[in-house]
Every structure is written in structure tokens, then in C-alpha cells.
């Protein structure tokens, strides 16, 4: 199949990316490389094209998109913080640029396969189901939660069928471009890769649903084989819940290091103190089960950034 990846060059993206051209697709890449980075495609460059655009130039998206069977949307301002730092051009990149997909996707009749995000349940108990009601707690969650609604829209009106991921907390190789926006596993190992004590707010009891980027990539190649004009949303995690102590404790025992961590006020507005994803509608809709558990996908990324990697 001819498939698009909007941020193919990103974190998320160029891990689908991979996966896509070893099981020998047509894999186009459209990035605007802010986030993205050559460097995460550098093995597969030759097999894949690569358009430099944005999602919010129509034209971009529709001349990458001609042709295409499936499009996966991984461009997106992909943080709380990103919206502090420009509100309105994030907001115009995850809803805009959405609607360009949309659109794309009605024109040449698409699947669409799509990053949302499990900040969309803010303080919902957790096991965090797909059916809780919704009230996100900030500018990023509403965005996401407003394309989960247009992507609705666009199925019912138009027959697109598309699939929302409300990702759990992603980590793995392919992340660094993202700096300080990314995953607290990556920035945890690189800091106590350096012998930095990493930082924790309050007291490191908070959990996260961390889920290895191999699994995430795994759970959207299964969205493919989804039949009928349908809308879904499905959880991407685990089902497995880790507080910041144990993950220190996990790093230092991957490193065989005793690096202890700094604790600090939190001075985050509005944070979730549990993340913790239900995973029976993975299971039911796509056979989806994430494999990879913390320990061993620290591991691997571990060796994977021994070994030169990014």
C-alpha cells in the first residue's frame, strides 16, 4: 500500500515509518522538521520519500497525500508546554493541520490513523476507559479531544474511517530532537548517563503508563486492518503503572548505578498525579497487548543510544 506519515521524521512517526518500510510499503513522509529529524530516517532514506511541509498548508498535505491508501497523523504540537510557548500556531497545527488530513483522506478515500492523547482523561480515575467523560484539563488535551470529535464528524458525513490512539506515556529510541519535551524515561536515562541526579516533582509517588515506542508502532500497523466506515478511540498503553522512584531505581539497576534523584515542588498547574490505562478495548478491537516491559525497553534503548543512536 502507498501510505502517507505526517512527522515521519519525528519521534513517534519514523518508528511507524521503519516498521512500514520493512514490511515493504510505499511510505511517503511529510515533516516540517522542527521536531523531526533527518537523522531518525537515516537507515531507510533511500527507500522511503521525503517531502519538507506542514500540515497546515493544504496544498502540502494534498500533494503528499495523492494516492495514498492509509495516512497516519503523527505532526502535531506534541506537549502542554509547546502551547506556553505559542499558543495559537500550536492550536493551528493540531486542529488545522488536522482538518487538511481530514480532507486529504475524504479526496483520495484514506483510512486515517491518528496520535490523540491520554491528557485528553485529565484527573479521571484510573483504569482510564474509553467511554469516562471528558474534561481536559488544558490546552493541548482540548485540541486532541476537538480532532477526536472532527474525526467523528468526518465519518459520519463523508464515510472516512479513522482511528484515534489516546497514547499513555511513549518512550524509545528516536527521541532526542525533542529535548526537553520528551518522555521522562528518555530524559531520566540521559541525565543518569552523565551521572545528572534527574529531577522529580513532590515525592516521586506519581505513576505513569510508560509504553516502549515499538509497542505504540505495533498497535497502529493493527489499525490497518480495521474494515467499515468507522471511528474509533482506542487507549495505547500498557495497563501497567510505574511511580518516578521505581523508574529511578529501574535506571540505576540498567546502568548499575546508585544515582539518587532531586526533589522539588512541583510547579506544574493542573498535573495528574496517576496515568494508568484500561486496556480491554486494544484487546477486543485490534488484538492489541503491549509486549516490551519497562525494564526491558530501557534496556534496549539503552543500547540503542551506546550504540550511536538518537
Known sequence: MKILVTGGAGFIGSNIVELLVEEKHEVVVLDKFVLGTLENLETIKDKITIVTGDITNKKNVFD????????????????????????????????????????AARKNDSKVIYASTSSV?????????????????????????????????????????????RYMSVYGPHEKAKNNFANLVSQFLWDMKKGIAPIIYGDGKQTRDFIFVKDIVKANLLAMNLKGQKSEIINAGTGRATDMNELINIINATLNTKITAKYIDNPVKNYIPTQLASTIKAKKVLGFEAKVTLEDGIKQLNKHLDTGGI
Open 121 to 165: 482523561y485529565g484527573d479521571n480515575p484510573s483504569p482510564l476507559t474509553e467511554d469516562q467523560k471528558i474534561n481536559p484539563p488544558n490546552f493541548y488535551a482540548a485540541t486532541k479531544f476537538t480532532d477526536e470529535h472532527l474525526a467523528r464528524i468526518y465519518t459520519s458525513e463523508y464515510g472516512i474511517t479513522t482511528t484515534g490512539f
Open 64 to 103: 503528499a497525500s495523492d494516492g495514498c491508501d492509509i495516512i497516519f497523523n503523527e505532526a502535531a504540537a506534541s506537549s502542554s508546554p509547546m502551547f506556553k510557548e505559542d499558543l495559537a500556531g500550536s492550536v493551528k497545527i493540531n486542529v488545522e493541520g488536522f482538518v487538511n488530513i481530514l480532507d
